[in-house]
């Protein structure tokens, strides 16, 4: 069958969700290097010169996975705030923390965005990532609401230190094999024996961030 291109925004938005899809499944199972044109052609209804009407690099694809993960992570994040009316900062690091580490996928997509996602997607991609991806925002509001005696500054810091920290938490908790062969030939001990707990690297790393509130 002939492709036919999408017409209406119903239909645009259908077939991206497909390609979405695909490369969901095949970041899942072989990560960042398994997510081509090709492999995705082969588990849609597209060929590889047709992905070309949606998406011009396979990081705009990743992009709209990460946009999609990061609206998941707004959602379980508000459903906890409209049940919760107070939180202490260790209450509050471990909320956050539990909304964190069950989205590695989306943390391990962070670790990426500005070095590879971002460089090799069009602007209007990227735009339509910061449309969905207000996460900053919602968390300014739990700040407001957890934390109302904290000063503006305060609030501001913990925003910016916490958009860093983030960036780099898969990274650091998930050390790959050439990470670990480098460190051992090297002799750092610290590189090859010491892997940090992602829960655990997570909630005292906020509880940190938050003593400034």
Not at 27 to 50: C, H, L, M, N, Q
Not at 96 to 125: A, G, P, Q, W, Y
Request: glycine share 6%; hydrophobic share 40%; net charge negative.
């Amino acid at each position: 069958m002939d492709f036919i291109r999408a017409r209406t925004p119903d239909q645009i938005n259908s077939r991206q969700e497909e390609i979405i899809n695909a490369c969901d499944t095949l970041f899942t199972t072989y990560g960042y290097e398994g997510v081509t044109f090709k492999a995705i052609s082969d588990i849609t209804t597209f060929t590889r010169p047709s992905i070309y009407n949606y998406y011009k690099t396979k990081d705009e694809i990743l992009l709209g996975l990460l946009g999609r993960e990061m609206q998941g992570w707004q959602a379980s994040f508000m459903e906890v705030m409209s049940s919760e009316s107070r939180m202490s900062k260790e209450q509050y690091s471990a909320f956050l923390t539990k909304t964190l580490i069950s989205r590695e996928k989306m943390l391990k997509l962070l670790s990426i965005l500005f070095s590879v996602l971002e460089t090799n997607s069009r602007v209007e991609k990227y735009a339509d990532f910061k449309r969905v991806s207000n996460v900053l925002d919602i968390i300014g509001a739990s700040l407001d609401r957890y934390f109302p005696e904290a000063s503006t500054e305060a609030k501001t810091i913990f925003l910016s230190a916490f958009s860093a920290y983030i960036l780099g938490l898969y990274p650091i908790s998930h050390h790959t094999q050439k990470q670990l062969d480098a460190g051992q030939m090297a002799g750092i001990e610290h590189v090859v024996h010491v892997v940090p707990d992602l829960e655990y690297l997570c909630y005292h790393g906020i509880l940190l961030l938050l003593s400034g509130l």
